[in-house]
Structures are given as C-alpha cells and as structure tokens.
C-alpha cells in the first residue's frame, strides 16, 4: 500500500510556542491530505482538508487561524499548531487519498504533542 | 456521511475467526466501505475496501449484502498481535470530490491466549 510519513514522531514544547507537523506522501502524489486529532481512548476526529494550492477546508469548530494548515505540493502538507496550550496535547495523525480507481486514505504514523 | 455502528468491543482466542459485523443504514450509492486497523498510538492501518459482495485479500474478508446496510469483516485465525481497534468507514466513492472518512467510535477487538 501507499506510504504515508510524519515528522516528528513526538513533540514536546512549552505553552505559547508554535509546533510544525510534516506530513509526506513518500510513493504517491496527493492532491488532497487530511489532518485528524486522537485524544486518548476516542476515535478520530476529522480538522481538516488540505488542498494542494489552495486554502485548507475546516472543520466546524476548528480554529483555522491556531491550526495553520499549507498544503505546498503534492506530497506535502504541514500542520502548524500556534500558541499551543496544554489542552491541544493530543495525537495528530494525517492522512492523504490516492487519485484514481477506489479512492483510498492511507494514514500516516501519528504525531504525539505534548505541550506543557 | 453515512454513520456507521460497530460493537464497542469483542473477546476472543488464538486461532479462531473473527467476525466484526459494521451497519451503515444510510449509505449512499457511490461509497465504498473500507475497513482500518489501529493499535495504540499509531496511525490507522488499511485492511480492505470493497463495494458489494465479497472481498478477500491475504488478511481478511469484507461480506457485503446485496442492500449493503451493513457489512463484515471476518479475519481468519487471529492471533495476539491482532488485538487492537477496528474501524468501519463508508465513503471514498470514486471520484466524488474531496470528501473524508469520518471515524465512529470502532470495535476494540480483544485476542486472548
């Protein structure tokens, strides 16, 4: 199947400072990613769609000016957390869609951020 | 979106077959239904995809009905290293935009010696 990476694997950063989370499509081209958040012992929750070239889709509830979202070229997409608080701690996994045939979304390995 | 409904959580034993039926009532005609595995602290792992019928590739089988409001996955002789979180998604239709999978709660398969 597709590879989907994240860099970093963890993080962990002092209130107030920004977080950048790398997200790569290592042997496909994704013209679309999406950005989840895992709390403990919940599901998935979808933030956001990232489209190459074009601004981030949110979802409701989701800040879009904390959650800085760019989508630079095809195997790209950076998640960028601004002025993170201890309550933004959780697991950010990413994910991007292969183009044609059946779509599928292949998961990338997750970012833990702990923000103190 | 189409919401799905798994059990919470299933208990089994090494060896035997596992089957984790998905009912997604209001699917719509172009998705398909994909199943994912996760263990803690990764990211969700493809297992199968499948449209209608009957799918199977070397790590389990999706039984679709011909209604497709539900659907099951059946994986053969589990081991421990199957114990984790699986997930039924509806959606990905081909070629219908830019829609995501949502994630419902999932069914926390349990594989016991």
């Known amino acids: 199947g597709a590879v989907v990476s994240q860099h970093p694997s963890r993080v962990i950063c002092k209130s107030g400072t920004s977080v950048k989370i790398e997200c790569r499509s290592l042997d496909f081209q994704a013209t679309t990613m999406f950005w989840y958040r895992q709390f403990p012992k919940q599901s998935l929750m979808l933030m956001a769609t990232s489209n190459e070239g074009s601004k981030a889709t949110y979802e409701q509830g989701v800040e879009k000016d904390k959650f800085l979202i760019n989508h630079a070229s095809l195997t790209l997409s950076t998640l960028t957390v601004t002025s993170a608080h201890p309550e933004d701690s959780s697991f950010y996994i990413c994910s991007a869609r292969t183009s044609g045939g059946g779509e599928t979304q292949y998961f990338g390995p997750g970012t833990r951020l702990l923000v103190l | 979106l189409a919401k799905t409904t798994q059990p919470i959580s299933m208990d089994s034993y090494e060896g035997q077959e596992v089957n984790i039926t998905c009912s997604h009532n209001n699917i719509a005609t172009n998705d398909y239904i994909t199943w994912y595995q996760q263990f803690p602290s990764q990211g969700p792992r493809f297992i199968i995809q499948?449209?209608?019928t009957k799918v199977t590739n070397e790590v389990a089988s999706l039984f679709i009905p011909a209604d497709r409001k539900s659907s099951t996955l059946s994986l053969p002789r589990v081991s421990l290293s199957d114990t984790a979180v699986y997930y039924c998604?509806?959606?990905?239709?081909?070629?219908?935009?830019?829609?995501?999978?949502?994630f419902g709660s999932g069914t926390r398969l349990q594989v016991q010696p």
């Open positions: 499948g449209y209608k």
């Open positions: 998604l509806v959606g990905g239709a081909l070629n219908t935009g830019r829609r995501a999978l949502t």
